[in-house]
DNA sequence: GATGAATGAGTGTTCATTCAT
DNA sequence: GATGAATGAACACTCATTCAT
């Protein structure tokens, strides 16, 4: 879903979602950091652009300007790149979705909140993100991933939906937790076809839309302002 | 969002969502079309097994018990083959989802009833379904594919919540199209993650929370039964 | 060669350039004489069309609608065919430079006379002559076969320079053989450029200049009328 | 033609016939620019042996002791590496046939002293100029460039004859141009028999018979020695 | 005889990976 | 460390030929 709502607590807790780096070799010298970070670098820019699997190994070291061959100093394969492109964009993902949460306004103010900002993270890493959705297909690593980047913001949005339940506010007849998975689908969904399949999205009207329908389908009032 | 509502009429004119065949050659004799469907039949097992990117073409007609060139007096390229797979599960889908549609019941027993033949039909089609996404990240033709079945859904939802609107049951401040393009984006998330990529499903829960939550979503109650 | 001059004489023992054919099956009934003449028609046209090189046997009984496997009926394969395509063509090659030949006239105008039927026979089989020479380099059967053609002609020229230089006419130091065999290579030559390969083609003027070099080059006055 | 005759003046603007190479990558290492040439060289002995058609890719890397993928690091194509050998061998053809010309000696001599470098020449690149023709049926490529290496000679030809024709030494009725195409024709075929396609070849006689072709058909006496 | 489907050896091309310099 | 050339397994595609109907 890798969607928003709450968030709240739990500052520390997050489940690791970034596995150990298994890279074949760091770099030990200056030199060493600067030429691993060109490849990472530019492997970004040429996953963004192709995507996982039309990205050729040989593409990486030539978009870096440097010989084929470094490539294979610091890194095994294109899966051990690419696996060092996710943890920094997931990284991003997670913090600006976290951070600045959680605090005033309205129950249906904080909803729309997180939505806008999330969708801001996902159009900022559409590029990866498409690239890891097409790498999930065939390698289960990533598939894996993003189960996990799912389950932190389910996580996140149950907590909160039980808030509301508990307060009173939100249907107390829903299952807070697939209610979660099915909003944040929803989210992840709009997001997908805004910014990774370029579909028209004007952004008030799909926060608002999407704001709407999540805080009714809980049982909260979108025109209220408490 | 490949997700039903009602649709009720429009028996006829659902636009072509099946571009016209290109194969190298059509078969005259009995045997000749006999091996064509092996092809197509073995296609199918194999796209289900292996996905889009890692079947070869020489699996194909290796699985139907056949010499390697027999695959290409059929068929130009693993696309072509593909499209005619996808085209015969494109056509259930289809046609599951609508039959029978729009009778009895409240609105949110046919929303309900809609989401319940939804789900069968993805889980019937799952396997063609999860290579077509894999396809369409490379492949513009089935990416534009996606878009036009996902078109065809938010439509019929989208007439739906009209109908409800018009008929002051559906809150009036949506806009019927987005809100259709959100619940079927929903609808299709979860059936996504529940026959894609294997997420737990307990179908009785899954269908009632999305229903409750859409049903909300655009102002109904769920649990009136009028 | 493949060029003229005299002739005169010599009806009877043109030696044989067309060897024995050996195709599969000679047809039975009219029926299968039919067939089989329609692909060597259909065969002839393909091989204009395509050379020798590019035409696949499949291309044959497509042109003759009928199906592939009956060509295999009647030929063993592509060279077999192209025998029987080239037979004919040379029979007219070698009739028309032959007939209504060494008559009237004196010394050069029998030159040109020769020249312009050797030109006009040429430009009606140019599309096989093309084939013959493409076959040439690999096959060492048409190689033979336009070896033995120009050897017919350059026999022919022989004699009609031995006759001149008998006559008092021609240069007694020239090489008639030789000669024969340079004259009728320019005159090949002029028609190879003109018909196989596209160059521009002002008939008179090319055959007025080969006439003026060829009697020149024997001794002969292209300008006197004796 | 691919005939000499004079050219004397000239010296500097022969228009480049050899068009700008397309190679896939120049190598920046010595060892890179030894496996090219290695792969040029072994090329041109495959092309001499078994033409152009028959060669295929795999067979040149393996004549150069090297593995098959090889040949694609430096080339596309078989088309793309045949150029470079032909490159080389018309380099050699022009040069040789345009260096120490036009000096000393009568007409008459300097068109037998042209005569016998070209012949020289072409026997030296016979095996390449083979492939050339055989490859100039399906190519267009090779088809102009013969097109344009006959075009220079036919140049040269043509300015031999007129400066003849100012001097008074040659027929003037002739058309400088069309003669020349056409004498050079009769060399070329000439050379094309003994070289190509294996024809007894005579040097001296061959020669001299041209020779006397060649300059009593422009009107120039073959036995004075002005 | 005629049909057209089936066969599979032959060839071209790509690209991840290794390695000598 | 960095370089870029060399390798060869893997895969796509063609087409002459055979053969059951």
Same sequence: chains 1, 2, 3, 4.
Wanted: net charge neutral; charged share 25%; proline share 5%.
């Amino acid at each position: 879903m890798v969607t928003p709502l709450s968030n709240s607590s739990r500052r520390a807790a997050e489940p690791s979602v970034l596995p150990p780096d298994t890279a074949v070799a760091q770099p030990t010298t200056p030199r060493g950091r600067r030429t691993r970070n060109a490849l990472v670098h530019a492997a970004r820019e040429v996953f963004e652009e192709q995507g996982f699997h039309s990205t050729k190994i040989a593409d990486i070291p030539r978009r870096a300007a440097m010989a084929h061959g470094t490539f294979y100093t610091y890194f095994d394969s294109k899966h051990a790149i690419f696996r060092e492109v996710v943890n920094a964009a997931m990284g991003d993902l997670f913090q600006a979705t976290r951070s600045g949460l959680g605090d005033g306004g309205s129950p249906v103010e904080r909803i729309r909140a997180a939505n806008t900002r999330y969708f801001a993270a996902y159009a900022r890493n559409a590029g990866v993100l498409r690239a890891i959705e097409e790498a999930s297909f065939r390698d289960p690593y990533f598939h894996d991933l993003l189960a996990q980047i799912r389950a932190v913001f389910v996580d996140r949005i149950t907590i909160g939906i039980r808030r509301l339940q508990d307060q009173g506010l939100a249907d107390p007849k829903l299952d807070a937790e697939r209610a979660a998975a099915s909003l944040g689908g929803m989210a992840e969904q709009a997001a997908r076809h805004a910014f990774l399949f370029g579909d028209s999205f004007v952004e008030d009207l799909t926060v608002d839309t999407l704001t709407r329908l999540w805080a009714r389908g809980i049982g909260l009032d979108p025109d209220s302002h408490d």
